[in-house]
């Protein structure tokens, strides 16, 4: 697994960590950062991920709805979600020159900030999927945990085990 941990986030914290240099939570330092970003088309708030140059990156164009219709989650749109996650689980091995000139390999690891509007919903229900389906930790500071200890986006929940052909639970 090269996914360390996940955190949710509001906009506005995405925001300030992407673009006003506010600190990333302690447990999510280390490993290279990985983003996906939920926006509500037509809504006025577009996700900062728009204003940065970072890699790996998605947004996903969804509202926050828990019926599939128009805006709402679909089996197409979790389907973008998992392959998304399931390219950073399959990272390419990266090369790393130790002491005794040695060569060893590594996956690259990731710590996968999760962001939407409030950073509890859409957000919330990727953290959860990735939390009980690959016992992925979830940050201590992320937004969900905080709130609603369990995500109410429960249609996009479904959707993502559906789409995951890896699914493990």
Same mark, same amino acid.
């Given at each position: 697994?090269?996914? +360390?941990?996940v &955190?949710?986030?509001?906009?506005?914290?995405?925001? =300030?960590?992407? #673009?006003?240099?506010?600190?990333?939570?302690?447990?999510?330092? =280390?490993? +290279?950062?990985?983003?996906? /970003?939920?926006?509500? %088309?037509?809504? /006025?708030? +577009?996700? %900062? @991920?728009?204003?940065?140059?970072?890699? %790996?990156?998605?947004?996903?164009?969804?509202?926050? *709805?828990?019926?599939?219709?128009?805006? =709402?989650?679909?089996?197409l749109?979790?389907?973008?979600i998992?392959?998304? *996650?399931?390219?950073l &689980?399959?990272?390419?091995? $990266?090369?790393? @020159?130790?002491v005794?000139c040695?060569? &060893?390999?590594?996956?690259? $690891?990731?710590a996968?900030? *999760?962001?939407?509007?409030? =950073? &509890?919903?859409?957000? /919330?229900?990727?953290?959860?999927?990735?939390?009980?389906?690959?016992?992925?930790?979830?940050?201590?500071?992320?937004?969900? #945990?905080?709130?609603? /200890?369990?995500?109410?986006?429960?249609?996009?929940? +479904?959707?993502?085990? $559906?789409?995951?052909?890896?699914?493990?639970?």
């Amino acid at each position: 697994m090269t996914i +360390e941990r996940v &955190m949710t986030l509001s906009r506005n914290q995405a925001a =300030g960590i992407l #673009l006003d240099g506010m600190p990333i939570p302690s447990d999510m330092q =280390g490993p +290279e950062p990985a983003w996906i /970003g939920f926006e509500t %088309p037509d809504s /006025g708030y +577009e996700s %900062p @991920l728009r204003l940065v140059e970072i890699a %790996p990156a998605m947004i996903v164009p969804m509202a926050d *709805v828990e019926v599939a219709e128009g805006n =709402g989650p679909t089996l197409l749109r979790a389907r973008a979600i998992v392959a998304f *996650v399931h390219d950073l &689980m399959d990272s390419p091995i $990266k090369y790393a @020159l130790f002491v005794h000139c040695d060569l &060893m390999d590594s996956p690259i $690891k990731y710590a996968l900030f *999760v962001h939407c509007r409030a =950073g &509890m919903y859409r957000s /919330g229900a990727v953290a959860q999927w990735l939390r009980e389906d690959y016992d992925i930790p979830e940050s201590r500071a992320s937004n969900r #945990l905080h709130v609603l /200890g369990d995500t109410r986006n429960r249609r996009l929940l +479904e959707l993502l085990r $559906k789409a995951d052909d890896r699914r493990r639970s």
